[in-house]
């Protein structure tokens, strides 16, 4: 069973930079994808950033400029580097990987448990 643990949320400053990470308990190379969600109070979970196996990045348009998303293999582990953090980023960050199951053909998702970030005034 794939465990996803996420860590480096915390209070932060408007304006300030938060570094996650999501540390995967095995290879993250069966993954065709992983990235990051977000949902905040009263709000539908949303996609922060993505990034594929082959290094391929996407992010939303609210987060373009500001985050980067990256991976390491060798240390199992996905980053997301948040800057010029804002009051509208305040959310718990949820870590997700998508395997695709060779047999049935399906997109399989794992997900980490989520690590708070909140931005004060």
């Known amino acids: 069973q794939v465990q996803l643990v996420e860590s480096g949320g915390g209070l932060v400053q408007a304006g300030g930079s938060l570094r996650l990470s999501c540390a995967a308990s095995?290879?993250?190379?069966?993954?065709?994808?992983m990235g990051w969600y977000r949902q905040a109070p009263g709000k539908q979970r949303e996609l922060v950033a993505s990034i594929t196996s082959g290094g391929s990045t996407n992010y939303a348009d609210s987060v373009k400029g500001r985050f980067a998303i990256s991976r390491d293999n060798a240390k199992n582990t996905v980053y997301l580097q948040m800057n010029s953090l804002n009051l509208e980023d305040t959310a718990v960050y949820c870590c997700n990987a998508q395997e695709t199951m060779v047999t049935t053909r399906t997109t399989r998702h794992y997900w980490g448990q989520g690590t708070q970030v909140s931005v004060s005034s």
């Open positions: 095995g290879s993250i190379v069966r993954f065709k994808s």
